[in-house]
């Protein structure tokens, strides 16, 4: 099996997005928040790997291509931010406010959890990027000594927990301001979380958009500080 699907650059690229589709259409014939696509997808694939045998590297040679749209799907996002710009120069103090809040929040409680459950050094810059997009989290990651390969996995939880989540946070919450929603789901679960806002609404998933590109400059400059507190 794994000789066979070595030959197929295209395995691990037509894997990846039948699952997604796969994981899309469960979501809307269920209608369930927990069945996210992303979600769906991983389980998936897992499942196919492991029932089928096929080694991850065969996987990956073929799945790596759909990491090269990450970057300029990200860039995409600039479009609905564009069409609310003029929202955004209204509440630019508010929006400011909230992604720096947000920023140090992520980083404070990081810190405090690894000092509850005895986190050392390594584990703890590991996890300090966990609530940016993984095209900017992995170098920061691996700048400052952390597990790479934690560090993605810890942004994909992240995200799609926000996800999941969020709607129902909002609800319990009562936060009904559009600004807010949006920049709570950018500025915690990074793209995943902008899914949902765009889901929401457009205000929604431009303030997301806009919270992911900050947040990940302000979380790029914050870490190296942050790192030196454990």
Not at 129 to 146: H, L, N, Y
Not at 159 to 172: A, D
């Amino acid at each position: 099996m794994n000789e066979l699907l070595m030959n197929s650059a295209c395995f691990g690229f037509a894997l990846t997005l039948g699952a997604y589709l796969l994981g899309g259409w469960l979501k809307k014939k269920t209608g369930l928040a927990v069945m996210n696509p992303l979600l769906a997808a991983v389980v998936i694939i897992m499942a196919f790997l492991i029932i089928f045998k096929v080694d991850y590297k065969v996987y990956e040679a073929g799945a790596r291509y759909v990491s090269f749209l990450l970057t300029p799907a990200t860039v995409c996002l600039a479009i609905p931010l564009y069409k609310q710009l003029r929202l955004l120069k209204d509440n630019l103090l508010a929006v400011a406010a909230g992604i720096t809040s947000g920023v140090l929040s992520s980083a404070v409680s990081i810190f405090a959890l690894s000092r509850l459950f005895g986190l050392n050094h390594e584990y703890y810059v590991t996890l300090l990027p966990k609530s940016i997009t993984t095209a900017i989290g992995m170098g920061v990651s691996q700048e400052t000594g952390g597990i790479v390969v934690l560090t993605v996995v810890s942004i994909i939880i992240t995200g799609i927990l926000g996800n999941v989540i969020g709607e129902t946070v909002f609800r319990v919450l009562n936060i009904k301001n559009p600004i807010a929603r949006g920049l709570a789901l950018g500025t915690s679960a990074h793209a995943i979380g902008t899914a949902k806002a765009l889901e929401l609404g457009e205000v929604e998933g431009a303030m997301s958009s806009l919270a992911i590109a900050v947040a990940g400059l302000m979380t790029v400059a914050v870490v190296p500080f942050a790192a030196s507190w454990l």
